[in-house]
Nanobody
Framework: QVQLVESGGGLVHPGGSLRLSCAASGSASGIRTMGWYRQAPGKQRELVATISRDGKTNSADSVKGRFTISSDNAANTVYLQMNSLKPEDTAVYYC?????????WGQGTQVTVSA
């Protein structure tokens, strides 16, 4: 089993920045990809960005050029640097980690972008 603990959410003004972190523990050596998803009120959960163990990244068009995903494999931690935040980025952000057999989710962290 993999446990994920997210941190770094909060309230920020439009144009501001936040950095999310997600630390994996447990059977973390089996993780193949990690990533971030988000869910806004009344909307479905959507992909934000993912990163594989060998460093390949993928991100949603809506965040390209503003958000950067990175990871520290030795620490089993993934980061999401979010710059130029917009009100439409407001959502609960969930960390995800995939092993060959299962997907694991964190509890979520709230990001609110508001003036």
């Amino acid at each position: 089993q993999v446990q994920l603990v997210e941190s770094g959410g909060g309230l920020v003004h439009p144009g501001g920045s936040l950095r999310l972190s997600c630390a994996a523990s447990g059977s973390a050596s089996g993780i193949r990809t990690m990533g971030w998803y988000r869910q806004a009120p009344g909307k479905q959960r959507e992909l934000v960005a993912t990163i594989s163990r060998d460093g390949k990244t993928n991100s949603a068009d809506s965040v390209k050029g503003r958000f950067t995903i990175s990871s520290d494999n030795a620490a089993n931690t993934v980061y999401l640097q979010m710059n130029s935040l917009k009100p439409e980025d407001t959502a609960v952000y969930y960390c995800n980690a995939n092993t060959p057999s299962k997907g694991h989710w964190g509890q979520g962290t709230q990001v609110t972008v508001s003036a």
